[in-house]
């Protein structure tokens, strides 16, 4: 058998089934968001266009949904790479007595499924007997009770601090592996030259933790952009907290199939241009 060829016979069969059920619905699911595919009607025609129009009407949910999908991406980037670094660095060079302990208990939410972290928040955040509400009634801070999960003005930073407090500890683990492979040579060299703390993380920990970031803040993107678990499962997307993919799920089950195909076309396309533009931009902030 040739040797060279070995590789691409033994991965054959996992690209053939990559074709199949991932390659080909995708190129079939592209061609349907330019037509009327509905549950409606045995007939699917070409409309080219429409469907699209639909999902930008500027006046549509759909926009609204995407302006709120776009919010959440960069308040849970911003939230979570922020934390996350402040907390590696403390389990790194701060805390040294039960630093593995506090590592796995900050990391513990990520392991958790979203539906179980969905429902326990849920019962805590209920405004009627949830803990939290009872818990600030008891201590006599009762005014600080908000309707957290149906308060169209603050529903929205509910699902985001919740997300943020289940996804942070994944962060930190990635940032911490990447601290841990800068030289401490670096720091010893930078301490005996003068150099502050601020100094330091600016010079050395920044510059040499880009490529990590580079990683964390696609993950982050992605993860946003996509996000549908956990703002289903605490508003269904109601409240102010609909997003792209809670909409493609509604369009569904209304039975518009071209137009919920079109949306998550149009932002499958959006995240792939993100994706590529964050990691341009990381590298050569890198580079500099």
Excluded: C
């Excluded at 670094?85 to 990520?110: C, E, H, N, Q, S």
């Amino acid at each position: 058998m040739n040797k060279k060829a070995y590789p691409t016979r033994f991965a054959g069969g996992a690209l053939l089934l990559f074709g199949i059920f991932v390659l080909l619905p995708s190129v079939l699911g592209l061609g349907l968001a330019f037509t009327d595919w509905n549950a409606y009607s045995n007939d699917i025609n070409w409309v080219g266009l429409d469907n699209f129009a639909t999902v930008l009407d500027p006046n549509g949910d759909y926009v609204s949904a995407i302006q709120h999908t776009i919010l959440f991406t960069i308040a849970t980037t911003i939230l979570k790479t922020g934390i996350a670094l402040g907390l590696a660095i403390l389990l790194t060079d701060g805390v040294k007595r039960l630093a593995y302990l506090f590592r796995a208990l900050i990391y513990l939410p990520a392991v958790l499924p979203i539906l179980v972290v969905g429902i326990v928040f849920k019962s805590i955040l209920d405004p009627q007997s949830g803990l939290l509400n009872s818990t600030l009634q008891l201590i006599g801070l009762g005014g600080l009770a908000q309707q957290w999960l149906t308060d169209v003005g603050l529903t929205f930073w509910t699902v985001v601090g919740v997300d943020t407090w289940r996804g942070v500890g994944y962060i930190m683990v990635i940032l911490i592996a990447g601290l841990l492979a800068i030289p401490r040579e670096y720091y010893e060299a930078a301490s005996i030259d003068g150099a502050g703390r601020l100094q330091t993380f600016r010079y050395i920990t920044v510059p040499l933790l880009m490529p990590v970031l580079a990683v964390t803040t696609v993950l982050n993107v992605l993860y946003g952009l996509r996000v549908f678990d956990m703002v289903f499962v605490l508003t269904n997307g109601q409240y102010g907290t609909s997003t792209v993919y809670t909409m493609v799920f509604d369009s569904f089950t209304r039975g518009l199939y071209g137009v919920a195909t079109a949306l998550s076309t149009l932002f499958f396309g959006v995240m792939v241009l993100l994706g590529f533009v964050v990691i341009r931009v990381m590298q050569r902030g890198e580079g500099n």
